[in-house]
Structure formats: C-alpha cells, structure tokens
C-alpha cells in the first residue's frame, strides 16, 4: 500500500473511532479529575500522568514533521510553531500549574499516549509532507489567515479560563468552587470551549483532512466532558448560576 492510502485508511478509521467514543463518553465520564473513581486499575499522579500523555504530541509530531518533503517550508513551519506552542504548555507548564488532583488512572494515560501519537502523525505528516498547497501564498489564503486567529484566539480563551480555575484554591485546599468571571459567565467549561475553537482554526490554517480529524476528535472528548462537569457542578452547588450552558454559549 501506497503512504497516501495507508493515511486515507487511518484517517477513515480515526474518524469512525471518534464516533463511537464520543457516543461512549456521553455514557460513562472518562474517570479523571473530578470524575475519578475506583475499578479502572492501577493509577499514578496527574502531574506525571499529564506529562507522559501529552509528551509524545511534542517528540513524535517533529520527528515524523522533519521527514516530510515540505518541513523547510514557510507556511509548514509556522503551523509547526503553533502546534508546539500549544503543546509545549500542555506538556512542560500546565501540569506544574495545576493544584491538587486525584491520581490518573495508568489506563487512561497509555489512551492518552495513543492518541497523541495518531494526532501527530495525522497532522504532521499532513503539513510537511501530504498537502502541496500549503505553497509560500497559503500566508495570504483566507482559510490560514482566519485559521490562525481563531486558533490563538483560542488557546487564549483556554489558558485565561484555566487561570481562573487555578487561583479558586488556596495552597493546601482541595475543595472545589464555582468559577466565575471571564467567560464562566456563559458557560461552565470555557476552557474546553477555548481549546475547541484552538483546533477548528487548527483545522482551517491547515486546510487538511488530518486537521479536520483532530478537531472532531477534540469535540468528541470535550463536549461529552463539558456536559458531564456542567451537570456535576449543579448536583454540588444549589445555586449554580442556571443561565449558564456546559460549553457552547446560550445553545449547550
């Protein structure tokens, strides 16, 4: 089998697999964070468990990125950066700044592991190797231009939401509280709808079905988990604000 159809195979697979794990996850909360609980095997700390997750999207995706016919190329290198800076955050900043937290099922990081590994080469096969238009005129392209705003636009959302979320406890709290300010106004998990937006501009700088799969896949992780907290947060708190949505504005 040829590269390009061994990726067209993957991809078509990737994608029925993201149907049926959204469907799974609308199901049964993934049991991490606040939704952590017994009978998923052995776990390790979420500091550790987040960095070995997230590591390989930043080792493998420029390893397989530099093989490609087009890594020296402009437009290719920027979305090179982008996808680093999303994440060498995620990878080597996040996890430090995060406080407290129950430990992550072993299960669930080797999913995560997983996951990565298929993203990056989806993605960095598709930009430095598989898609020929990302050509020096793809800078002026409405797709990247609008791709790229809404990409950092919002990785920002993500990262001032997550912000919020970190200075609700004092050293040495575990409790939760309810979030406000910011765009906790509409809803209670701006920071997955930020890393939404992040990819769907992903998916558009990238103009590649590779992109695409990657925001489907986001979306099928984090809008089942969004509905989960948002209904986690009114069971906890009385008087959780009833205006707000999980993580849509005004729709979910």
């Known amino acids: 089998m040829t590269e390009p159809l061994i990726y ?3 991809l078509i697979l990737w994608l029925a697999i993201s149907a049926v794990t959204f469907c799974a996850l609308l199901l049964i909360s993934a049991p991490y964070g606040r939704h952590s609980r017994r ?3 052995p776990t390790m700390g979420a500091t550790g468990g987040w960095i070995v997750m997230e590591i390989p999207a930043v080792i493998a995706f420029v390893i397989i990125y530099a093989m490609g ?3 020296a190329h402009a437009a290719p290198l920027v979305l090179l950066a982008m996808w680093q800076t999303h994440y ?4 080597f900043i996040f996890p430090f700044r995060r406080k407290g937290g129950a430990d992550m099922p072993v ?4 999913m995560g592991v997983f996951f990565n590994l298929v993203n990056a080469y989806l ?3 598709a930009i430095s190797h598989l898609s020929p238009q990302l050509s020096p005129d793809w800078f002026t392209e409405l797709p990247f231009v609008v791709g790229v705003v809404l990409f950092f636009g919002g990785m920002a959302i993500n990262i001032t939401s997550d912000n919020v979320l970190f200075s609700l406890r004092k050293p040495g709290e575990k409790n939760y509280k309810i979030p406000k300010g910011g765009f906790y106004r509409w809803v209670s998990c701006p920071n997955y709808m930020g890393e939404l937006i992040e990819w769907f501009g992903w998916a558009l700088a990238t103009w ?6 990657f925001a489907i896949w986001t979306a099928a992780n984090l809008v089942p988990r969004a509905i989960a907290h948002d209904r986690w947060y009114r069971e906890k708190f009385p008087d959780y604000p009833h205006q707000r949505r999980a993580i849509v504005p005004f729709v979910l």
């Open 8 to 10: 067209e195979t993957l």
């Open 39 to 41: 009978g998923f095997g």
């Open 69 to 71: 016919d087009y890594a």
């Open 88 to 91: 060498i955050h995620r990878t």
């Open 107 to 110: 299960s669930i990081v080797s």
């Open 123 to 125: 993605n960095a096969r």
């Open 208 to 213: 590649s079905l590779g992109g695409l799969a």
